[in-house]
């Protein structure tokens, strides 16, 4: 019972893992962001480049 303990304690302590998981978060996010705003200004685009053509 007390290994289960220590090795509860030990996992709860280890820190090691989480700065990775934060640049995780923050690429998702920023690539969201990205998709989302290219999404958004796709028709723009389009119409724009269409005015464009001869």
């Not at 007390?2 to 978060?25: C, P």
């Not at 989302?36 to 053509?53: D, G, R």
């Amino acid at each position: 019972m007390s290994n289960l303990i220590g090795l509860l304690t030990g996992l709860h302590n280890d820190r090691k893992g989480v700065s990775a998981m934060e640049y995780g978060v923050i690429a998702g996010v920023l690539a969201l962001t990205i998709a989302s705003t290219f999404s958004a200004l796709t028709n723009k685009l389009v119409n724009a480049f269409n005015a464009l053509s001869f």
